[in-house]
T-cell receptor, first 114, second 111 residues
Framework: ETGVTQSPTHLIKTRGQQVTLRCSSQ?????VSWYQQALGQGPQFIFQ???????GRGNFPPRFSGLQFPNYSSELNVNALELDDSALYLC?????????????FGPGTRLTVL | QKEVEQDPGPLSVPEGAIVSLNCTYS??????FMWYRQYSRKGPELLMY????GNKEDGRFTAQVDKSSKYISLFIRDSQPSDSATYLC???????????FGTGTSLTVIP
């Protein structure tokens, strides 16, 4: 059984650019959630995807968008990057239909916006 | 007011000590309570998962939930230097819902 993987590990962009982050969910999981973790803070929920549809969204502007593919992998896209977008971006996979509510996190992508 | 409050520490204890980590919350709709451990520059790792009130034990770790007080705790017995990490509490309303995290408590266990 493979765990949650994310790519790239690190990324440096400049203000105004666009970025795409990728996540492969754990085997058997059909739900992916994305979180933003600023330095010294807890993760903040961005959105969740279930069976290729958005299934909930946190307090993030529309320039944060996502996709989920038929194999349940997912992408997070951020347009018009701002300095405050610098953070660790985490994805977590789970089984929405399961009894348990466990989310398993990947190692994250560290994004730096200059 | 944040939905989940957690003392960021830092907390420093000698090896073998009992560690108590706590979170309070304001939303009475939360039913699922989790504790994650996060090493520096890594993703959070699920430690404990509890539904509703009560205690749950797993090895050296015990999680307690008191919904009447909106207070959750994680106890670590016989702490080890390898327990040095940031501990995050998280909670949610329903199965599959978004998680609300505390800011994390930084723990150092001194050999």
């Amino acid at each position: 059984e493979t765990g949650v993987t994310q790519s790239p590990t690190h990324l440096i962009k400049t203000r105004g650019q666009q970025v795409t982050l990728r996540c492969s969910s754990q085997s058997g999981h059909n739900t992916v959630s994305w979180y933003q973790q600023a330095l010294g803070q807890g993760p903040q929920f961005i959105f969740q995807y279930y069976r290729e549809e958005e299934n909930g969204r946190g307090n993030f502007p529309p320039r944060f968008s996502g996709l989920q593919f038929p194999n349940y992998s997912s992408e997070l896209n951020v347009n018009a990057l701002e300095l405050d977008d610098s953070a660790l971006y985490l994805c977590a996979s789970s089984t929405l239909a399961g009894v348990n509510n466990e989310q398993f996190f990947g190692p994250g992508t560290r994004l730096t916006v200059l | 007011q944040k939905e989940v409050e957690q003392d960021p520490g830092p907390l420093s204890v000698p090896e073998g000590a009992i560690v108590s980590l706590n979170c309070t919350y304001s939303n009475s709709a939360f039913q699922y309570f989790m504790w994650y451990r996060q090493y520096s520059r890594k993703g959070p790792e699920l430690l404990m998962y509890t539904y509703s009130s009560g205690n749950k034990e797993d090895g050296r770790f015990t999680a307690q939930v008191d919904k009447s007080s909106k207070y959750i705790s994680l106890f670590i017995r016989d702490s080890q230097p390898s327990d040095s990490a940031t501990y995050l509490c998280a909670m949610s309303r329903n199965t599959g819902n978004q998680f609300y995290f505390g800011t994390g408590t930084s723990l150092t266990v001194i050999p």
